[in-house]
């Protein structure tokens, strides 16, 4: 079978203002200007099956959104070839959107000032749903979501949350098979956050939609799915199974110290100090050594007094971290 | 001052950013020059008004587009929109006089985008044929008259923004405020047509007005049409308007923050 | 119809701020007030104007405001569409099922400027009695033809302002030509301006089919055919064609640089 979102080899190039900087700078920027075009996407391939949630991370300005954008028909790649759902994005515009939902994190689509059923309504007569349809998708929305108490007041009266909630339902009136999630849980409280989870869980379950998410939480994607796309400077820099990165990765323990006395420097012998101030310290195992307790405590009662030490795995955010500084993602 | 003076540079070197809004600017203003002087030349071909000669005319159109930011009256750019969506509130934790802080941005604004358009303008006014283009001033004196009249003409165009700005307080309309205060402004001012050609009896008013001392009577004085004693006579009226319309102006605003409700809390 | 129910959101949403949106309306009245003060004001020194008397002139400013105003209304998607691309709103379009012009046309309706239509239209009443026309089927057909030409042309030159800004955000001031230099040339009869002037807003830019043109008909006067002065609303409709043929174009540029 085909999958669902075949991404082949794209290029999308952009030409930005070069801007002169030093004395002068202003005037010189008024009389020359010059371009320089931006490579936001390098080569690339990824494909998507049916039914799947995939996790599509990466730092800012790594490429996430122009790839979003490209599959959801709004730019064009420069080259390279993308089906989705059997569609060239870009050609068939009408008959393409009705298979896709977008939700962008940080912008709205219903309307600021109405209750929000009239923006439902208006979405209803857009996408041409059935009434009947349009009926049935709204209470499983509504039960899912907890919508009921919103859907009669204007959008600006309601929370952060709660607008999600809106947006997410009103991006999936028209049941698309692929939904985009662009930074879905940006900005909400924990328990906002984990019910977002759960629905977004529990409708790739009930309709098996395709779930494409990006976002920065790297909590979102453990509760989520196991299947990551990794972007940096343009380039996709590892496919797979997120559990393998953790495993690499797993085998870093950071160890919290508490000592009798100052010591001006610690030096343990495959370890490397994290932070070190007064009588505290933090270390972690190089990655070519191993951790053993046993080791690890008859060095350091060797060299020093210590009163107390905790041992930690590597947290997903600093494995991710890590990853950004392996990948050279990181500015300095 | 020096917060003012550094408010001011600020918004002065914002508005030189935008290049292709000052070329299109320039462009817009030539256009709009010659639309206005080919109707006015129209007017005049069988009528013909006294000390307003076409080639005067023409001359007066000229500075008019050249200089038309000091006439277009318009509040500092984010300050009708903070009052409208509430951000204004950061107005309010600076330690600065609110209506010093918004002057100094407002005319930081405008004097940058005067520098920026007005030279191309009156250089192609100068090329252009008598009748068409832009004479020179008729004398020495009148020319530095011209100049005050220039300085307390970009004065008094941000003194009257300002009353557009208490009107957006008190409406929170932005929109609604800026398009009463340049109706006004706009037609009082000679901007949207020369003071010497309304009716003598309308005239007879407006000269005393405190709109026509944007740029109405330093163009006059520039062409000959009003002469140096009168002009400085005129000219002292327009300074004491200036301070008038400024005291009044502060009045106001601080009346206005004592009462306001800053929308969305 | 999906249109109307665009509208209707509008009319509610609008409501919400009754007071902000009488006052503009009101504004906005004052302005065309204004305007017209000053044609009086000219009139009050001089007698007629490239030959036109006061209620030519009139005329001319009545059917300005309403075609201006019934675009501005109706079409305030393409004349503002800089904001549309800046919001993010323009992507949003893009992704739905339906028709990218009709969602354009139905994204903004600025409901402030319809008092300014009724005030056009009355000035051009009060103008039309003032004038001894001898009134007959045709004049009313050719007066009808003039208002739904006249929107038709400015809607064309927004669509064509909005195609421009589609490459430069920046140059939005030199648009302005396009749309406020054609509502300025068109308060006065445009034959009264320079030759190159006239040419410009009759042969680029068809100002003139709702401007001297059918007011030479109305009034019998001129020495262009009559017939082609009748008819010259009907060729203005034509322009709106090349003018989406151009935004369509433009579209294809969105899509390959984001903008």
Not at chain 1, 312 to 329: F, H, P, R
Not at chain 3, 31 to 44: A, D, I, P, R
Not at chain 3, 147 to 153: C, D, L, R
Request: aromatic share 12%; charged share 15%.
């Amino acid at each position: 079978m085909a999958s669902i979102i075949d991404f082949q080899d794209i290029c999308k190039n952009f030409k930005v203002p070069l801007r002169a900087k030093g004395k002068f700078s202003t005037l010189k920027n008024f009389f020359f200007r010059k371009h320089k075009t931006i490579k936001a996407l390098k080569h690339v391939s990824f494909q998507v099956e049916e039914g799947d949630i995939v996790g599509y991370i990466g730092p800012n300005g790594a490429g996430k959104s122009t790839t979003i954008k490209i599959m959801s028909g709004i730019l064009n790649p420069t080259t390279g070839s993308c089906t989705i759902d059997g569609f060239v994005p870009w050609q068939d515009r009408k008959k393409f959107v009705r298979s896709i939902g977008v939700v962008f994190g940080q912008r709205s689509q219903l309307w600021w000032d109405v209750p929000v059923m009239d923006s439902f309504e208006l979405l209803r007569d857009i996408y041409k749903i059935p009434q009947q349809e349009f009926e049935n998708t709204l209470n499983l929305l509504n039960e899912a979501l907890g919508l009921e108490e919103l859907l009669n007041r204007p959008l600006r009266q309601l929370s952060l949350g709660q607008k999600m909630k809106c947006e997410l339902a009103g991006s999936l009136l028209h049941r698309p098979k692929i939904l985009f999630l662009d930074e879905p849980t940006i900005g909400l409280d924990a328990v906002t956050k984990l019910a977002v989870r759960d629905f977004i869980k529990f409708i790739n379950k009930q309709w098996h939609t395709t779930i494409i998410l990006t976002t920065h939480d790297m909590s979102d994607i453990e509760a989520l799915t196991n299947q990551i796309i990794l972007i940096g400077k343009g380039q996709i820099l590892y496919k797979g199974s997120f559990d393998e990165i953790k495993n690499k990765y797993s085998s870093t323990k950071i160890i919290s110290i508490e000592f009798a006395q100052e010591y001006d420097e610690i030096s343990l012998d495959g370890y490397q100090t994290i932070s070190h101030e007064r009588k505290f310290a933090t270390i972690k195992n190089l990655p070519d050594k191993e951790f053993h307790i046993k080791d690890f405590v008859n060095q350091i009662s060797k060299k020093y007094e210590v009163i107390d030490f905790q041992v930690d795995m590597i947290s997903v955010d600093e494995i991710l971290a890590q990853l950004y500084k392996e990948y050279g993602l990181v500015e300095r | 001052m020096r917060p003012y003076l550094s408010i001011f540079k600020m918004n002065f070197k914002g508005e030189l950013q935008y290049r292709g809004k000052a070329i299109s600017g320039v462009m817009t203003q030539v256009f709009w020059g010659f639309l206005n002087i080919y109707l006015y030349i129209a007017c005049l071909q069988n009528t013909s008004v006294d000390g307003f000669s076409i080639s005067q005319m023409a001359s007066y159109i000229w500075l008019g587009q050249a200089f038309f930011a000091i006439r277009f009256i318009m509040m500092g750019k984010k300050i009708g929109k903070n009052i409208e969506n509430g951000n204004i509130c950061y107005h309010f934790v600076r330690p600065l006089n609110i209506y010093s802080q918004w002057f100094c941005q407002t005319f930081g604004e405008k004097l940058s985008s005067v520098l920026l358009r007005f030279p191309p303008i009156i250089i192609l006014g100068l090329l252009l044929p008598a009748g068409l283009g832009l004479s020179l001033p008729v004398s020495v004196p009148a020319f530095l008259l011209f100049l005050i009249g220039l300085i307390l003409g970009l004065c008094m165009s941000v003194t009257i923004s300002m009353f557009a700005v208490y009107l957006t307080f008190k409406t929170l309309s932005k929109r609604g405020s800026s398009s009463i205060v340049n109706t006004i402004t706009g037609l009082f001012s000679g901007m949207v047509i020369p003071l010497p050609l309304m009716p003598q009896a309308i005239q007879n008013v407006v000269n005393y007005l405190p709109f026509r001392f944007i740029t109405d009577l330093p163009f006059r004085i520039y062409i000959g049409n009003v002469g140096i004693t009168e002009g400085a006579i005129f000219l002292a009226i327009g300074f004491a308007w200036l301070i008038v319309l400024i005291i009044i102006g502060k009045l106001l605003i601080r009346s206005a923050l004592k009462k306001t409700v800053i929308q969305g809390g | 119809m999906l249109y109307a129910k665009y509208l209707k959101m509008h009319l509610r949403s609008s409501m919400q701020y009754r007071f902000n949106t009488t006052f503009i309306s009101i504004t906005q009245v004052l302005v065309s007030v204004g305007e017209v003060l000053s044609v009086w004001m000219l009139f009050g020194t001089f007698t007629s104007i490239g030959g036109y008397g006061f209620y030519e002139c009139l005329l001319l400013m009545g059917i300005t405001f309403a075609v201006f105003s019934l675009s501005e209304c109706f079409a305030c998607g393409y004349d503002e569409f800089s904001d549309l691309i800046r919001s993010g709103d323009f992507d949003r379009i893009l992704i739905r099922p339906v028709n990218i012009n009709y969602q354009i046309l139905a994204s903004k309706f600025d409901l402030v400027k319809l008092p300014r239509v009724a005030l056009g239209l009355t000035i051009s009443i009060i103008a039309l009695v003032n004038l001894n026309i001898e009134w007959d089927v045709l004049k009313v057909l050719v007066f009808i033809s003039t208002i739904i030409s006249g929107t038709m042309i400015v809607i064309g030159i927004f669509i064509i302002s909005a195609g421009i800004s589609i490459y430069t955000i920046e140059q939005l001031e030199f648009v302005n030509i396009l749309t406020h230099g054609s509502k300025e040339i068109a308060y006065y009869p445009i034959n009264i301006y320079a030759k190159w002037l006239t040419r410009i807003f009759t042969f680029v830019i068809p100002v003139a089919c709702f401007n001297y043109l059918p007011l030479s008909f109305l009034l019998g006067i001129g020495n262009i055919p009559m017939w082609l002065c009748g008819l010259a609303p009907v060729f203005g409709m034509l322009f709106i064609i090349p003018c989406l043929l151009f935004f369509n174009f433009s579209l294809k540029k969105y899509k390959s640089s984001g903008s």
